[in-house]
């Protein structure tokens, strides 16, 4: 070979073969929790400014979540550092995000892990309770013990760019539950400059997660695991479950529920740690240092190409992370060498060498080429996909999360106005159970009350559908409202909620039914019928305060719209 004189081409496009995929987990095992940096190793309080900036953190201790660290550790990760002081517990999440702070919900009624959102769970015990607190792994199991106090936090910004710092009590979530932001909570968010992640950082007064007199001090431990969520690009769900105990068996399906899988975090007497190495799922660590203060982690050898060995170095640069197949050719243009089949590559400058063979197989080797000018061409693609092109047997406009009744019960209650018509199912959770069809049939709007809940009575008038859900596992048992051109929550005036229970519907009386028979609405004001209590209740449509108790032996005529009571 005397001559080689080359060009490149590199083109953006998606191919159409199925490529290996890896999606390796981060597997991070405990947790330093530093002092604040202006506090001292008593934990007396430092001054920390919650404003979504990090200026007064030390970041020594951040740990990396990702559920795919391959291919999509710069598009869907996070930054997890955590500080504490006598009287706060800090937490500081540095998105990567493509589609920052997007969440659909609202703070008024809907759950914030069905978009971005940070949820973490914290155990407070003594130390000689600890472990025991902690091998609770069964969410259905006893309360917890005495003097330990389980706290599942739900921190989000809605799609108004209301926030909200939720605190769930007890290892079953049945210990109550708080605006922790009423209580002395803090939280701030700053989108990132290139629109590609934020930074959420948040303040829990310690008296709301812990109990009986426990206090932090250097060298405490506390039990805690995080589960990042995000909205992706498509429009689908995306969480990361990391931060576990060291050698356990995990789960990661009902991490929620399973304190004997959470991790173990130090609050740490001195900051400035050493940075902890990032663990994998399948047990590789990779190196972590401070970078102009901030944590990166080297990625060295995370993906490994097969090169062929040659003696010919043949240069490109790739924009971003992706798969190159390369080709020598001849000089009438047909292929004398692939040199390269869809091998992957970081981002950045590289080098392969072609040995003046042709292509080789399993049958026959390479031969030597004979001498002459060559070339090479290039195409790099980000990765496999997936596109959707149509699809039959579905009445919305989409086959996915909108298809027609719940995954659980079955259809019972149905109402109209002049333009849609709504109809529930007495319970649902991936399939929700309230949802709003047109006369041709055609969904509009589908809602939830919660992760289960139940359309169990519906009533329509003024613009506005009164909902009862009668579950109440995972929100109140209460007669919520809904926007009916959207299904977006709306709230009473008077308590500012979308709810309105039967104490307050009650209010001050001893005997307080557990549900009402039916339910309708209309000029103003909601209807309520309780068979047993021979009664009808009235109540103002827009400010949910009890008007007047009608005496009516026999509710036939409003129940017979509802469920039997």
């Not at 596992?473 to 959207?486: F, G, M």
Request: charged share 25%; aromatic share 10%; glycine share 12%.
């Amino acid at each position: 070979m005397r001559k080689f004189r080359s060009w490149a081409w590199a083109l953006g496009v998606g191919l159409a073969m199925v490529m290996p995929v890896r999606g390796t987990e981060t597997e991070n095992t405990d947790l330093h929790v530093l002092p604040t940096p202006h506090s001292t190793g008593s934990g007396q309080a430092g001054k920390v400014a919650v404003d979504g900036k990090f200026d007064d953190w030390d970041m020594s201790g951040g740990i990396f979540a990702c559920s795919d660290v391959e291919n999509q550790r710069d598009k869907y990760g996070v930054w997890v550092h955590t500080m504490w002081d006598a009287d706060n517990f800090y937490i500081l999440a540095r998105w990567q995000d493509l589609t920052p702070m997007n969440n659909p919900g609202s703070i008024k009624g809907d759950y914030g892990f069905n978009g971005d959102c940070l949820q973490f769970r914290v155990l407070t015990a003594p130390a000689d309770k600890l472990d025991d607190a902690a091998g609770k792994r069964d969410l259905r199991g006893e309360d917890d013990l005495a003097g330990t106090r389980v706290s599942h936090i739900t921190a989000w910004r809605d799609r108004e760019g209301l926030d909200t710092v939720k605190i769930d009590w007890g290892h079953r979530f049945n210990e109550g539950s708080i605006e922790a932001k009423t209580k002395g909570a803090k939280q701030a968010f700053v989108e990132h400059a290139d629109k590609r992640g934020y930074d959420q950082e948040i303040a829990i007064p310690w008296a709301l997660l812990s109990r009986d007199g426990w206090k932090p001090a250097a060298g405490e431990k506390i039990v805690m695991t995080v589960e990042p969520n995000f909205l992706t690009g498509a429009g689908s769900r995306l969480t990361i479950k990391d931060i576990f105990r060291a050698n356990v068996g995990l789960d990661r399906v009902f991490t929620f529920g399973n304190q004997g899988v959470w991790g173990v975090a130090t609050l740490e007497a001195k900051g400035k740690q050493d940075p902890k190495p990032l663990r994998l799922s399948d047990g590789r660590e990779f190196g972590v240092q401070l970078v102009a203060g901030l944590p990166a982690v080297d990625w060295t050898g995370l993906v490994k190409s097969r090169e062929p060995e040659g003696f010919k170095p043949i240069k490109f640069t790739l924009d971003e992370d992706g798969y190159v197949s390369m080709n020598i050719f001849r000089a009438d243009g047909t292929v004398a060498r692939q040199l390269l089949t869809s091998a992957f590559y970081t981002k950045g400058e590289h080098q392969v060498k072609w040995d003046g063979l042709t292509t080789m197989s399993v049958r026959v080797p390479g031969q030597p080429l004979e001498a002459g000018d060559y070339t090479w061409g290039a195409i790099w693609h980000p990765g496999a996909s997936l596109a959707l092109r149509g699809w039959s047997g579905s009445s919305s406009a989409t086959p996915w999360g909108n298809t027609w009744g719940a995954d659980h019960g079955n259809p019972c209650a149905v109402a109209a106005d002049g333009e849609r018509v709504y109809l529930g199912w007495s319970s649902g959770e991936g399939g929700k159970p309230l949802q709003a069809v047109n006369p041709k049939g055609d969904i509009l709007w589908k809602q939830i009350r919660g992760g289960i809940a139940s359309a169990s009575l519906i009533a329509a008038a003024d613009d506005t559908v009164y909902v009862w859900n009668e579950e109440g596992q995972y929100a109140p048992r209460s007669l919520y409202r809904v926007n009916a051109k959207d299904g977006n929550y709306t709230v009473w005036e008077t308590s500012k909620g979308t709810d309105l229970t039967m104490a307050e519907v009650f209010a001050g009386e001893a005997n307080v039914p557990n549900a009402p028979g039916s339910v309708c609405a209309g000029k103003g004001m909601v209807f309520m019928g309780f068979a047993d209590l021979g009664k009808v209740v009235v109540v103002d449509a827009k400010t949910g305060k009890t008007l007047r108790k009608l005496d009516v032996p026999k509710v036939g005529d409003i129940e017979r719209w509802g469920r039997t009571a």
